[in-house]
Structures are given as structure tokens and as C-alpha cells.
Nanobody, 124 residues
Framework: QVQLVESGGGLVQTGGSLRLSCAASGRTFSSYVMGWFRQAPGKEREFVSA????????YYADSVKGRFTISRDNAKNTVYLQMNSLKPEDTAVYYCAVDSSWNTIVVLSTSRYWGQGTQVTVSS
């Protein structure tokens, strides 16, 4: 059974930083795409970032490009999202996602496996 557990969310002031982690279990994920999505109150879920199985390919939404960095540690089955220069509009529940297909996460903005989410709140 696949489980994804996010951590690292919290309250931060504008311009601050947070690092989200997502620990995956239930299988070996080194060949899987891992990604992050977010959903703000009253809005649809949106893609944030993705990383390929080897870590050699990454992709970001325009809204976070240059501020967020995705990385992974396959030995720990963990994906990270380093978020810098945070803005109030980054406030959302952030979800970890894992899928075997790059296109499913990046193009279709969905995933087979999801975490339970972690709240990120950026105060102005």
C-alpha cells in the first residue's frame, strides 16, 4: 500500500522560507515522478513542481519559478520542496503526488497517488 506523508508546512511571513518534505512508502519510487500541487481556499488544485525519477529533470509552474526548488533523495524515498521568497498568494494546502508518468503530473495535472496535504500560510 502506497503512503505519502508530507511535513514542513507552517506559518511564515512574506519573504520567508519553508521546506516541505514528502516521505513515500509501500514500494521503491526511484523510477516514479514525484511532484507537488497546491490548493488555496476557494480555488482549484494547481500544479507546482515535478521531478523525474533520477532527479535529472524538473519542471515548475511559472508562479513559483525562481523561488521554489524541488529535489529528491531516492535512498530515503523522499521528495522536498524548498520554498523561498514566499508571498501571501502561496498560501495553500500543499500536496505531494507520485505517478509513473511525467505527462500525468505535468500535463494532465493529476496523479495516481496523493498525500494528505500540509498547510502553508504566508502572512503579509
Amino acid at each position: 500500500q502506497v503512503q505519502l506523508v508530507e511535513s514542513g508546512g507552517g506559518l511564515v511571513q512574506t519573504g520567508g522560507s519553508l521546506r516541505l518534505s514528502c516521505a513515500a512508502s509501500g514500494r521503491t519510487f526511484s523510477s516514479y515522478v514525484m511532484g507537488w500541487f497546491r490548493q488555496a481556499p476557494g480555488k482549484e488544485r494547481e500544479f507546482v513542481s515535478a521531478i523525474s525519477g533520477s532527479g535529472g529533470r524538473t519542471y515548475y509552474a511559472d508562479s513559483v519559478k525562481g523561488r521554489f526548488t524541488i529535489s529528491r533523495d531516492n535512498a530515503k524515498n523522499t521528495v522536498y520542496l524548498q520554498m523561498n521568497s514566499l508571498k501571501p498568494e502561496d498560501t495553500a494546502v500543499y500536496y505531494c503526488a507520485v505517478d509513473s508518468s511525467w505527462n500525468t503530473i505535468v500535463v494532465l495535472s493529476t496523479s495516481r497517488y496523493w498525500g494528505q496535504g500540509t498547510q502553508v500560510t504566508v502572512s503579509s
